[in-house]
């Protein structure tokens, strides 16, 4: 394995240690989301590590259906911290359904893509040093996927940012923390999606 695969891996292991020991410390709805959070997170570097040292396309496109067990999930349980940051009740229940939807969704659409090829139209591999990396064209459904994430990352910055903003000072920065945090990955995946990203 190459140390990019290791990396992921270790950074899997560590999303559910957070996961875990966040929902030892409290039980709200904050909490919940922050878990479900690092758990999706956990199920995609796990399965992007083990995807980068896939010694055949038939191996990248289990360890890419591992990945898609978390990854439609990042949307709503972003959201849902976000909103449980900015008000403890979390989200409410006329909204979670609608939510939901798209998630179930993007995990039906990419678990059954090989038999109707609309979130990738094809799929294959090159070897690039240590690393076996995916070359993918997108679908419309994978288009979807992407405007649906996207649009839960931007309200969730923009509930962080009204929390920030109407925060007592001494939450403040820990609002502030979670904003920037969340901007830089969030920043890197535009560069991505722009097509600006290396390899």
């Not at 972003?78 to 009740?89: H, N, Q, T």
């Not at 288009?143 to 969730?156: F, S, T, V």
């Not at 000072?169 to 990203?197: E, K, N, T, V």
Request: charged share 10%; glycine share 6%; aromatic share 18%.
């Amino acid at each position: 394995m190459s140390a990019a695969s290791i990396f992921l891996v270790v950074s899997a292991v560590l999303c559910v240690v957070l996961a875990v020991y966040g929902r030892l410390q409290r039980q709200d709805a904050f909490t919940t989301y922050y878990a479900g959070l690092m758990l999706a997170s956990a199920t995609y570097a796990i399965g992007y590590g083990f995807e980068l040292a896939a010694p055949s396309l038939e191996y990248m496109k289990r360890m890419l259906q591992l990945q898609y067990l978390g990854i439609p999930f990042l949307s709503i349980t972003w959201l849902g911290m976000a909103w449980a940051y900015f008000d403890p009740k979390g989200l409410p229940k006329r909204y979670r359904l609608g939510l939901l939807l798209p998630c179930l969704a993007t995990l039906v659409a990419f678990q059954t893509n090989d038999a109707h090829r609309l979130f990738y139209t094809s799929l294959d591999f090159v070897r690039l040093d240590d690393w076996s990396v995916a070359v993918a064209v997108k679908g419309p459904l994978y288009w979807l996927h992407i405007a649906y994430l996207n649009l839960c990352i931007a309200a969730g910055l923009l509930l962080f940012i009204r929390a920030w903003r109407q925060s007592m000072l001494i939450y403040r920065a820990q609002a502030f923390c979670l904003l920037m945090g969340s901007l830089f990955p969030w920043g890197f995946h535009l560069f991505y999606l722009a097509g600006l990203s290396p390899y």
